[in-house]
């Protein structure tokens, strides 16, 4: 698995998906499936045409009709646009999760991020001094709350449309075959 930057949940911020898959292709010859930022056809013909053996799509299918997300989750993600996430520790430390400092979380942009977001260490000094944040954002995961709880979520929120079928996005996935084609089709010599 290569996951770049782009991708929703815990990982590194460190590189984007294509630089990435690109240096993994050039130190193994093991099969690859490239993640983050993958959502469209045009997503799954990029990181196949680099050469990923697989594409990974996560937060797309997180808002398809089937997923167990919460509507307000799904909503949210539905409504949101590419540059609508945050890389951030501050749900973690909010939750008193050890997570590794070094794997933060990409996740919606919301009130608790816009607060906490880049003040990690006042952040973290105030968990200390009780339980009034962690709390709350406990209870916001209950109930869905997506002004205070954490929404992982990748940069493919604003590709993502609620309301559709696994079984419709994965149809308009599969027109990444006639992108590739029309793509070869360009370059053939006359």
């Known amino acids: 698995m290569c996951r770049g930057s782009e991708g929703g949940g815990h990982g590194r911020n460190e590189v984007s998906t294509l630089p990435l ?7 193994t010859e093991k099969p690859i499936i490239a993640a983050g930022g993958v959502a469209t056809k045009a997503g799954v013909a990029a990181v ?6 697989a594409a990974w799509i996560g937060t797309r299918f997180a808002v398809a009709t089937e997923s167990l997300s919460h509507p307000n989750i799904k909503q949210a993600i539905g409504s949101s646009g590419i540059d609508d996430t945050v890389y951030t520790r501050a749900f973690d430390i909010a939750q008193r999760m ?8 990409r996740a919606l942009r919301n009130d608790f991020s816009d607060t906490w977001a880049d003040d990690i260490e006042r952040l973290g000094a105030a968990v200390e001094e009780g339980l009034d944040i962690t709390r ?3 209870e916001a995961r209950v109930k869905a709350d997506v002004n205070t709880a ?5 940069q493919s929120a604003g590709l993502s449309t609620t309301g ?3 079984a419709r996005i994965m149809a308009d996935l599969a027109g990444f075959r006639e992108l590739l084609n ?4 360009r370059w053939e010599s006359r």
């Open 21 to 27: 898959l690109q240096l993994a292709l050039s130190t």
């Open 48 to 53: 196949l045409g680099a050469g990923a053996s």
């Open 98 to 105: 050890a997570w590794p400092v070094e794997y933060g979380g």
């Open 136 to 138: 709350a954002v406990n």
């Open 150 to 154: 954490p929404v992982y979520a990748g």
């Open 164 to 166: 559709q079928s696994a």
């Open 182 to 185: 029309r793509a070869a089709g």
